[in-house]
Protein backbone atom coordinates (compact mmCIF):
# COMPACT_ATOMS: atom_id res chain seq x y z
CA UNK A 1 0.00 0.00 0.00
CA UNK A 2 1.25 3.35 -0.80
CA UNK A 3 -0.95 5.52 0.36
CA UNK A 4 -4.16 6.01 2.71
CA UNK A 5 -7.19 8.10 1.86
CA UNK A 6 -9.08 9.23 4.64
CA UNK A 7 -12.18 11.95 4.89
CA UNK A 8 -13.81 12.66 8.06
CA UNK A 9 -17.37 13.20 8.39
CA UNK A 10 -19.26 15.33 11.29
CA UNK A 11 -22.92 15.18 11.99
CA UNK A 12 -24.22 17.72 14.94
CA UNK A 13 -26.62 16.27 17.61
CA UNK A 14 -29.33 18.15 18.69
CA UNK A 15 -32.43 18.15 21.09
CA UNK A 16 -35.53 19.09 18.97
CA UNK A 17 -36.09 22.26 21.05
CA UNK A 18 -32.81 23.65 20.51
CA UNK A 19 -33.53 23.78 16.38
CA UNK A 20 -34.23 27.35 15.38
CA UNK A 21 -37.77 27.88 15.02
CA UNK A 22 -37.48 27.67 11.28
CA UNK A 23 -35.95 24.30 11.28
CA UNK A 24 -38.47 22.90 14.11
CA UNK A 25 -41.33 23.92 11.87
CA UNK A 26 -39.84 21.94 8.51
CA UNK A 27 -39.39 18.95 11.22
CA UNK A 28 -43.17 19.03 11.86
CA UNK A 29 -43.77 19.46 8.73
CA UNK A 30 -41.58 16.41 7.36
CA UNK A 31 -43.31 14.43 10.15
CA UNK A 32 -46.95 15.53 9.34
CA UNK A 33 -46.23 14.01 5.35
CA UNK A 34 -44.51 11.27 6.38
CA UNK A 35 -48.30 9.73 7.77
CA UNK A 36 -49.25 10.47 3.97
CA UNK A 37 -46.82 8.27 2.25
CA UNK A 38 -47.69 5.45 0.32
CA UNK A 39 -46.27 2.52 1.32
CA UNK A 40 -48.06 -0.88 1.37
CA UNK A 41 -45.36 -3.17 0.84
CA UNK A 42 -42.68 -1.98 2.84
CA UNK A 43 -44.79 -0.25 5.64
CA UNK A 44 -42.10 1.56 6.33
CA UNK A 45 -42.73 5.79 6.05
CA UNK A 46 -40.44 8.34 5.01
CA UNK A 47 -41.18 11.86 4.88
CA UNK A 48 -39.21 14.81 3.64
CA UNK A 49 -39.62 18.52 3.89
CA UNK A 50 -37.95 20.45 1.80
CA UNK A 51 -37.08 24.07 2.37
CA UNK A 52 -36.24 26.56 -0.84
CA UNK A 53 -33.68 29.64 -0.85
CA UNK A 54 -37.00 31.89 -1.58
CA UNK A 55 -38.53 30.40 1.72
CA UNK A 56 -40.81 28.05 0.01
CA UNK A 57 -41.55 24.68 1.61
CA UNK A 58 -42.49 21.60 -0.68
CA UNK A 59 -42.61 17.60 0.62
CA UNK A 60 -42.37 14.64 -0.61
CA UNK A 61 -43.11 11.14 1.28
CA UNK A 62 -42.29 7.41 -0.40
CA UNK A 63 -44.24 6.23 -3.32
CA UNK A 64 -44.34 2.72 -3.88
CA UNK A 65 -45.47 0.57 -6.49
CA UNK A 66 -46.24 -3.32 -7.28
CA UNK A 67 -43.56 -3.38 -9.09
CA UNK A 68 -41.04 -2.69 -6.80
CA UNK A 69 -38.12 -0.65 -8.48
CA UNK A 70 -40.76 1.89 -10.22
CA UNK A 71 -41.19 3.37 -6.07
CA UNK A 72 -39.52 6.51 -5.17
CA UNK A 73 -38.21 7.33 -1.90
CA UNK A 74 -39.45 10.70 -0.05
CA UNK A 75 -36.17 12.68 -0.57
CA UNK A 76 -36.22 12.50 -4.82
CA UNK A 77 -39.90 12.89 -4.56
CA UNK A 78 -39.92 16.72 -2.91
CA UNK A 79 -36.42 17.11 -4.89
CA UNK A 80 -37.66 16.57 -8.07
CA UNK A 81 -40.96 18.34 -7.88
CA UNK A 82 -38.64 21.20 -6.59
CA UNK A 83 -36.60 20.85 -10.03
CA UNK A 84 -39.54 20.65 -11.89
CA UNK A 85 -41.21 23.60 -10.45
CA UNK A 86 -38.08 26.01 -9.41
CA UNK A 87 -35.63 25.54 -11.10
CA UNK A 88 -33.78 28.49 -10.47
CA UNK A 89 -34.21 27.97 -6.85
CA UNK A 90 -31.85 26.63 -4.79
CA UNK A 91 -33.05 24.26 -2.15
CA UNK A 92 -31.30 24.87 1.25
CA UNK A 93 -32.40 22.43 4.00
CA UNK A 94 -34.45 19.51 4.32
CA UNK A 95 -35.98 17.53 7.10
CA UNK A 96 -36.43 13.71 7.18
CA UNK A 97 -38.37 11.69 9.23
CA UNK A 98 -38.91 8.04 9.08
CA UNK A 99 -40.95 5.13 10.96
CA UNK A 100 -42.31 1.72 10.46
CA UNK A 101 -46.52 1.83 9.49
CA UNK A 102 -48.17 2.12 12.98
CA UNK A 103 -44.95 3.08 15.23
CA UNK A 104 -43.48 5.82 16.34
CA UNK A 105 -40.60 7.36 14.55
CA UNK A 106 -36.95 5.52 14.99
CA UNK A 107 -35.14 6.02 17.70
CA UNK A 108 -31.95 6.68 15.79
CA UNK A 109 -32.32 8.94 12.15
CA UNK A 110 -32.41 7.03 9.38
CA UNK A 111 -30.16 8.48 6.71
CA UNK A 112 -31.31 8.93 2.72
CA UNK A 113 -30.20 5.83 0.83
CA UNK A 114 -27.55 6.03 -1.19
CA UNK A 115 -29.06 6.88 -4.56
CA UNK A 116 -31.01 9.93 -2.47
CA UNK A 117 -27.57 11.02 -1.38
CA UNK A 118 -26.15 11.25 -4.66
CA UNK A 119 -29.45 12.75 -6.29
CA UNK A 120 -29.15 15.53 -2.99
CA UNK A 121 -25.80 15.70 -3.88
CA UNK A 122 -26.68 16.90 -7.74
CA UNK A 123 -28.70 19.95 -6.58
CA UNK A 124 -25.71 21.31 -4.41
CA UNK A 125 -23.22 21.05 -7.76
CA UNK A 126 -25.66 22.55 -9.94
CA UNK A 127 -26.40 25.39 -7.52
CA UNK A 128 -22.98 25.78 -6.01
CA UNK A 129 -24.55 25.89 -2.58
CA UNK A 130 -24.61 23.59 0.37
CA UNK A 131 -27.76 21.89 1.57
CA UNK A 132 -28.24 21.38 5.24
CA UNK A 133 -30.17 17.96 6.19
CA UNK A 134 -31.75 17.60 9.39
CA UNK A 135 -32.69 13.56 9.95
CA UNK A 136 -35.36 13.42 13.07
CA UNK A 137 -35.06 10.49 15.83
CA UNK A 138 -37.08 10.21 18.29
CA UNK A 139 -35.43 13.23 20.62
CA UNK A 140 -32.48 13.88 18.84
CA UNK A 141 -31.64 15.77 15.54
CA UNK A 142 -28.97 15.00 13.27
CA UNK A 143 -27.51 18.41 11.59
CA UNK A 144 -25.46 17.62 8.49
CA UNK A 145 -24.14 20.74 6.72
CA UNK A 146 -23.56 19.59 3.53
CA UNK A 147 -23.83 16.31 1.64
CA UNK A 148 -20.27 15.62 1.87
CA UNK A 149 -20.91 14.82 5.35
CA UNK A 150 -22.86 11.97 4.25
CA UNK A 151 -21.56 10.97 0.83
CA UNK A 152 -18.20 11.80 0.99
CA UNK A 153 -16.97 10.54 -2.28
CA UNK A 154 -19.97 10.95 -4.59
CA UNK A 155 -19.96 10.81 -8.38
CA UNK A 156 -18.99 14.11 -9.58
CA UNK A 157 -20.18 15.63 -13.60
CA UNK A 158 -16.49 16.53 -13.74
CA UNK A 159 -16.04 12.76 -14.08
CA UNK A 160 -17.91 12.55 -16.79
CA UNK A 161 -16.39 15.43 -18.74
N1 LIG B 1 -37.12 5.08 1.50
C1 LIG B 1 -37.18 6.45 1.42
O1 LIG B 1 -38.25 7.02 1.20
N2 LIG B 1 -36.04 7.14 1.60
C2 LIG B 1 -34.81 6.59 1.80
O2 LIG B 1 -33.82 7.29 1.82
C3 LIG B 1 -34.70 5.15 2.01
C4 LIG B 1 -35.92 4.35 1.77
C5 LIG B 1 -38.34 4.31 1.27
C6 LIG B 1 -38.32 3.51 0.00
C7 LIG B 1 -39.32 2.43 0.34
O3 LIG B 1 -40.61 2.90 0.00
C8 LIG B 1 -39.22 2.27 1.83
O4 LIG B 1 -38.56 3.42 2.32
C9 LIG B 1 -38.46 1.03 2.28
O5 LIG B 1 -37.23 0.97 1.70
Not at 48 to 61: F, P, R
Not at 127 to 147: A, H, N, P, R, Y
Amino acid sequence: MQKRIIRQVEIEVFQRNELEPAAQQLCRIAEKVRLEAYAPYSRFLVGAALELSNQVILTGNNQENAAYPSGLCAERVALYFAGANYPDTPPVRMAITASHANSEVLEEPAAPCGACLQALHEYESRFGTQLEILLLGKTEVWKVKGLVNLLPFSFNSLEIK
